[in-house]
């Protein structure tokens, strides 16, 4: 990985929708080393994938809570991740040092539709039990590296 390289990935982090141009303008190069750039980054694993990131207020889901699992035996991550990947309100889950096993970030609609989530989450077999907190204001939302 080079400052190429580097570049690229910053530009695609800005927009992922960025043309090969903008790729190249933004790391010093043609649009065509851009991509073949970009293909070997995709191919080694440095970048991967691509996606939308989309304002929870536009699908209605306005309620946002953080839950930490405790989970029964010792499953491993993936035992985990496989438990939790067909709960969609699930938009990010972290295995954590500390007490909980995980922690979990969800959206839903509203209180009703976060409950029936987090008890789908409670039905998971690896999980013991939950700890939720709801999120009232977002006070900080960065873009990650």
């Given at each position: 990985m080079d400052t190429i390289d580097e570049a690229i990935i910053r530009c695609v982090m800005r927009n992922a929708r960025s043309t090969y141009a903008e790729i190249g303008q933004a790391a010093?190069?043609?649009?065509?080393?851009?991509?073949?750039?970009?293909?070997?980054?995709?191919?080694?694993?440095?970048?991967?994938?691509?996606?939308?990131?989309?304002?929870?207020?536009?699908?209605?889901?306005?309620?946002?809570?953080?839950?930490?699992?405790y989970c029964t035996g010792n499953p491993?991550?993936?035992?985990?991740?496989?438990?939790?990947?067909?709960?969609?309100?699930?938009?990010?889950?972290?295995?954590v040092s500390g007490a909980a096993d995980a922690v979990l970030h969800m959206l839903a609609r509203d209180i009703t539709h976060l409950e029936l989530a987090i008890q789908r989450v409670r039905a998971t077999a690896p999980v013991d039990r939950t700890e939720s907190v709801i999120v009232l204001s977002r006070l900080l939302n960065r873009p990650r590296l």
């Open positions: 010093g190069l043609s649009a065509p080393a851009a991509k073949r750039r970009l293909d070997r980054l995709v191919a080694s694993g440095a970048i991967r994938g691509f996606t939308a990131l989309v304002d929870p207020q536009a699908l209605a889901w306005h309620t946002e809570a953080f839950v930490e699992v491993t991550p993936a035992q985990l991740r496989q438990a939790l990947e067909d709960i969609p309100e699930v938009v990010e889950a972290c295995t």
